[in-house]
């Protein structure tokens, strides 16, 4: 027979133990108040360097954006640093993005980060390199004939 079924046949014989065998079975189930506090789950920092390099080009003036996960995006400095605090333990994903066409990010533009499973606050440093080329003159438009 069921928790529920024996509260229920009490209940129909007299409401007012049912009351009480309610409330001590919903005391029961709210655990020991003495037990220690929950550990919080390990967070990490996660800090970015952006470096863009000019091969003769103009470099982006306007800066880049980054996202963290494609959640927290922020905006980065074409030479700048940018820090994610509070980021939870596990495998995390980074993104630039508006990168002006004469640019590239040398070796892609998404980098996978690992914030290890330890108790202490893990510090990752992750860099980003954009390469910016020289962007040729344009050529003749058909009404330049």
Same mark, same amino acid.
């Given at each position: 027979?069921?928790?529920?079924?024996?509260?229920?046949? +009490?209940?129909?014989?007299?409401?007012?133990?049912?009351?009480?065998?309610?409330?001590?079975?919903?005391?029961?189930?709210?655990?020991?108040?003495?037990?220690?506090?929950?550990?919080?789950?390990?967070?990490? +920092?996660? $800090?970015?360097?952006?470096?863009?390099?000019?091969?003769?080009?103009?470099?982006?003036?306007?800066?880049?954006?980054?996202?963290?996960?494609?959640?927290?995006?922020?905006?980065?400095?074409?030479?700048?640093?940018?820090?994610?605090?509070?980021?939870?333990?596990?495998?995390?994903?980074?993104?630039?993005?508006?990168?002006?066409?004469?640019?590239?990010?040398?070796?892609?533009?998404?980098?996978?980060?690992? +914030?290890?499973?330890?108790?202490? +606050?893990?510090?990752?440093?992750?860099?980003?390199?954009?390469?910016?080329? $020289?962007?040729?003159?344009?050529?003749?438009?058909?009404?330049?004939?």
């Amino acid at each position: 027979m069921r928790v529920t079924e024996v509260v229920m046949r +009490i209940f129909a014989k007299d409401p007012a133990t049912a009351g009480l065998a309610l409330a001590a079975l919903l005391t029961l189930g709210c655990g020991d108040s003495t037990a220690p506090p929950a550990v919080p789950p390990p967070m990490g +920092i996660i $800090e970015v360097t952006v470096t863009t390099t000019s091969t003769g080009g103009e470099i982006d003036p306007n800066g880049y954006i980054l996202s963290l996960d494609m959640e927290d995006m922020r905006l980065i400095a074409s030479n700048g640093k940018l820090t994610f605090g509070g980021v939870p333990a596990g495998v995390h994903h980074l993104f630039l993005y508006d990168i002006a066409g004469n640019c590239s990010v040398s070796g892609g533009n998404s980098i996978a980060v690992e +914030i290890p499973q330890q108790q202490s +606050i893990s510090r990752v440093p992750i860099s980003f390199v954009v390469l910016c080329a $020289e962007v040729p003159p344009p050529g003749p438009s058909p009404w330049d004939y």
